[in-house]
């Protein structure tokens, strides 16, 4: 049935045809009429699926159309589809009666040049490139363990949502989101404005100034990601301060903001885990540091006492090194003899030498000087020293007639007795000791007796019987001595 069957079927009672006949009726009319098309136009949204099929958008400046490019057709294209590239295809035009959408089935794709907005970004890269902006020279480092991360992005995507799980998933650190729109004509104006607004910032502000910034969008299209080409956009991200992460679209999407950033992440929650380290890496490596750090002093303990183990054998060897003394010894003693004749000899030719001016005359003057010197001071020194020890002697006599006197034993020889306490201590009185108390008596033949004091000790003891006469001393000569008693 052709579409001209079904408008002339207009009265009440015409067939009613269902959703599907309608679709696929349109569906036969298109490929009927357009079965061999040639187009020309940009690609846009270049989608490869994973099933091997390629789905794209064809257009020009007031018009699109999707288009699809079977896995069987895709080993046969001479370029493969990208975003931006201007190129002619053929194929046919289909439906889609799922959707009620008309696209084209690629067969064949040409490149037909650079599109327009491809051709311009190109432009603006070249320009900016012979400035320096691209250069890696410029591009500062991360930190490696930031405290405060900014974020620029819309807050009311998926995006925000991803980056923060994934910092609050590795690293405990504040993060500052800076909502912007991320498409569109003002999208560009307010995410410089975002960069500034953080570069503002004071470190000891109220709002503490991030470490670190992260520029993040979804995927889309060139023309959705068109505001990251701005050429105002990627001035003020070489200008600012704080180090600048990338995250714009999928890792197959490629704006200016990524040359000029320091670093470019294929996703925004790989910025995330490029702006922050894993605390359990951390802690790992810590943990890994301190292990080794204890197997390194093990090893130079371990090295210390195999130095000392080798010293230990080495001096082992001590008599070897005592024998190889002992042999330079009798090499150098062997030597002596001869040196001892050589120096005798030598010394004997000098001799010789100054013996015609020697005579005994020489030797007999000094001698004969001496010796009379020498008489008279014998003559001299004589009486001196007689006198000095007849004094001496005299001395010698008064100390040993002292010592007499004060000889403790001397008083016993005389009939007295010495009383003691059994701790040695001396009693003085017979009123100090106390009945039962046991003493010791030594006499004068030095025989020491072992007594007991009966009743009161301070009582008088029994008479002791009458000391035999002592026959006194002959007097010594010499001067008269005192005696103490």
Known sequence: MTMTDVAAQTDSNAKAYSVSELAFALKRTLEDSYGFVRLRGELSKVTHHSNGHVYLTIKDEKAAIDGVVWKGSVRNLSIRPEHGLEVVVTGKITTYPQGSRYQIVIETMEAAGI????????????????????????????????????????????????????????????????????????????????????????????????????????????????????????????????????????????????????????????????ATPVLAELKALVSDLGARMHRCGGRVVEDRRNRIAHADRALKRVPDLVRLAEQRFDIVSGKLGAGLARNAAAHERDLVRVASRLSPLLLQRPQQVQKDRLDRLSVRLEPSVRRRLERLGERLDGLSKLYASVDPDRPLQRGFARVARADGSLVHAGAALAGGEAVAITFGDKVTRQAVIDGDGGSAPPPAPPAPKVKPKPKPEGPAQGDLF
């Open 115 to 274: 599109g327009a907005l491809l051709a311009q970004l190109e432009r603006l890269k070249q320009k900016l490139a012979a400035e320096g902006l691209f250069e890696p020279s410029r591009k500062r480092p991360l930190p490696e363990m930031p405290a405060v991360v900014g974020v620029i992005t819309s807050p009311t995507g998926a995006v925000i949502r991803d980056i923060l799980h994934r910092i609050r998933d590795r690293w405990p650190c504040r993060v500052i989101v800076w909502p912007v729109v991320v498409q569109g004509e003002t999208a560009a104006a307010q995410v410089s404005g975002a960069i500034r607004g953080f570069n503002a910032m004071a470190p000891d502000g109220p709002v503490p100034r991030p470490d670190v910034l992260i520029v993040a969008r979804g995927g889309g299209s060139v023309e959705d990601l068109w505001a990251f080409n701005d050429e105002a956009l990627a001035r003020t991200v070489a200008e600012g301060t704080i180090p600048l992460i990338s995250a714009v679209g999928h890792e197959t999407d490629t704006t200016l903001i990524d040359f000029v950033s320091d670093r470019r992440a294929p996703t925004p929650t790989a910025a995330a885990e490029m």
